[in-house]
C-alpha cells in the first residue's frame, strides 16, 4: 500500500474517499438483456428507480450515455442491441425533480452541437437541480452519424479533440458573462471552429459552471482531460495499469495550472457478487454466458472477420478463411482495432484451449471488472482509491433498472465500515460531493 506522509505529531492524513457514480445500462453488449429482470430503457420508471437507487447509496451522479443513431450490421439496424435512445438532457431535467442530492451527468456531443445552445441547456438543468449538472463531452469524426445532420461527417479526425476544446472554453466564457451577483454582460468569441457574439440567457448557476467529464484512454484524450476536464472516465484494468494511467494523468495536470486534486479519475467497472468466491465465480460465468449469446458471438465474430458468417455454427470452429481489414460490416459501433491480430489471437487461443467460435469469444471477451464476496470486492475497490489506481467508480450495472440494488445493499455499508466512503452528502452541490473547487469567475 501508499505510505503517505504523516501529519502532525505522527497522525496520518485522513483515509482517502472513494467516489461513486452509476451508469444507466444502454444500448451495449454488456448489459443482460435475457435476463427477466431486465425492464425497458426507455420508460422513465427505469431511470427514476436506478437515480434513487444511486442517491440511496449516497453515489455522487448518475450518468448517462448517449447515442446519435441506432446502429447497423450487414446494412440493417442491428437487431440483437436495444433499439431506442432518449435524449440525455432531457431525461435528467425529469430526474432533477425526484432527487435532491445526486450530480446529473449528460453525454452530449460536441461534433454536433452548438455551444451557446449545449451552454444553455446545461445552465438549465444545473438551475433547476440546484447545481447538480455535469457534461460529459464527447467528439465524433464518424460520417455515419453524421449523416443525421446538416453538415453530415463534414469533421476530420484530427480536428475533433481541437473542436471540443474550443467548444469548451466558448462554454464557460458564456457561463461567465454573468456576474457572481447576478449582472449580464455581452460575450465574444472569436476562434477557428465558432464565431458567436451577443448576450447569453442563463444567469450564473448555483456551482458557477456544470462539471466536465472526458472519456478517453488515447495520449490525445489524456492531455484534453488534464486540461479541461474535471473527471476523466477511463477503462478499468489491473491494479498496476491502474495505477501507470493515474499517475501519467495527474502529471500533467501542472503544466496547466492545476493540482492532482483538480481532476477525478474514474473507470467504468462492472460488478458481481456471490456469498463466496466460488459463488461469485460461477455467477460470473453465467452472466458472460447471457452476454454472448449464438447470435451475439456470431456477430462479434463477424466484426473481427469484417465479412458475412452467418452460416458459421456458433459451436463450432473458428473460420479458416482470413479476415477483412476496415470492412466497415458494422456501423455506429466502436471500431476493435487491428482485426488481422484480434483474429490471430483468437485462432491461438481458440486452438490452445480447444474452443468454439461462442467459447473462443466469452472467453476473449472483458470479464466483470470485480468478482468476489461483498466483503472482497469492498477490499479490492479500497484498495485500488488507496493506491492512487483510481479516486473512485462509474458503476455499471448488468441489468436494467435494479442491477444496482445489492451493490448499494451490500458493498456500499461496508466501504462506510472501512471510513472510504461518505455516510451522508454534506454538500449541495455535484462539485461539493466530488471536493472540485468552484471555478473561478473570468468575466
Known amino acids: 500500500m501508499t505510505v503517505r506522509p504523516r501529519g502532525p505529531r505522527g497522525r496520518r492524513p485522513p483515509k482517502k474517499h472513494c467516489h461513486l457514480a452509476a451508469h444507466f445500462p444502454g444500448v ?4 443482460v438483456w435475457a435476463d427477466p429482470r431486465s425492464k425497458s430503457q426507455i420508460d422513465f420508471s427505469s431511470f427514476e428507480h436506478l437515480a434513487r437507487t444511486a442517491e440511496r447509496g449516497l453515489f455522487d451522479f448518475f450518468f448517462l450515455a448517449e447515442g446519435l443513431r441506432l446502429r447497423e450490421h450487414k ?25 435532491e442530492h445526486l450530480g446529473l451527468a449528460a453525454t452530449v456531443n460536441a461534433t454536433f ?48 479533440y481541437t473542436r471540443a476544446a474550443e467548444f469548451v472554453a466558448t462554454a464557460r466564457q458564456l457561463w461567465d458573462s454573468w456576474t457572481p451577483d447576478g449582472v449580464p454582460r455581452p460575450f465574444a468569441h472569436r476562434g477557428e471552429h465558432f464565431d458567436i457574439a451577443g448576450e447569453f440567457t442563463v444567469p450564473r448557476s448555483p456551482q458557477g459552471h456544470p462539471v466536465v467529464i472526458q472519456a478517453g484512454d488515447s495520449d490525445e484524450g489524456r492531455e484534453f482531460a488534464a486540461s479541461t476536464a474535471d473527471i476523466i472516465f477511463t477503462r478499468h484494468g489491473t491494479l498496476e495499469a491502474g495505477r501507470s494511467f493515474y499517475a501519467d494523468v495527474k502529471r500533467r495536470l501542472a503544466k496547466y495550472g492545476r493540482e492532482p486534486g483538480d481532476l477525478k479519475i474514474m473507470p467504468g467497472v462492472t460488478v458481481v457478487l456471490g456469498d463466496t468466491a466460488a459463488e461469485a465465480q460461477e455467477r460470473a460465468t453465467e452472466i458472460r454466458r447471457q452476454q454472448v449469446s449464438p447470435q451475439n458471438a456470431i456477430l462479434a465474430l463477424e466484426q473481427v472477420w469484417g465479412v458475412d458468417l452467418s452460416s458459421y455454427d456458433p459451436d463450432g470452429p473458428l473460420p479458416e478463411i482470413d479476415p477483412v481489414a476496415e470492412s466497415g460490416i458494422t456501423q455506429g459501433r466502436t471500431r476493435r482495432g487491428d482485426t488481422v491480430a484480434i483474429a490471430e489471437k483468437w485462432r491461438a487461443l481458440s486452438k490452445e484451449k480447444g474452443l468454439s467460435i461462442r467459447q473462443t469469444v466469452i472467453e476473449a471477451g472483458g470479464r466483470q471488472s470485480f468478482i468476489g464476496t461483498p466483503e472482497a470486492v469492498a477490499a479490492e475497490l479500497d484498495e485500488f482509491v488507496q493506491k492512487d489506481a483510481a479516486d473512485g467508480f462509474i458503476v455499471q450495472p448488468l441489468i436494467t433498472p435494479r442491477g444496482l440494488d445489492e451493490f448499494v445493499d451490500r458493498v456500499v455499508p461496508l466501504l462506510q465500515e472501512r471510513g472510504a466512503f461518505r455516510t451522508e452528502y454534506r454538500g449541495t452541490t455535484l462539485r461539493s460531493h466530488l471536493g472540485l473547487p468552484d471555478p473561478v469567475w473570468k468575466g
Do not use: C
Open 28 to 31: 451495449n453488449n454488456t448489459t
Open 75 to 99: 446494412g440493417r439496424i442491428h437487431d440483437l442491441d436495444v433499439v431506442g435512445r432518449p435524449e440525455s438532457l432531457t431525461v435528467l431535467n425529469a430526474l432533477a425533480g425526484v432527487t
Open 113 to 160: 452541437n452548438e455551444p451557446y445552445e449545449l451552454a444553455r441547456r446545461l445552465a438549465t438543468l444545473d438551475h433547476l437541480s440546484g447545481g447538480r449538472a455535469a457534461w460529459n463531452v464527447v467528439t465524433s469524426s464518424d460520417a455515419f452519424t453524421g449523416e443525421n445532420f446538416r453538415r453530415g461527417g463534414f469533421l476530420d479526425r484530427a480536428d475533433r
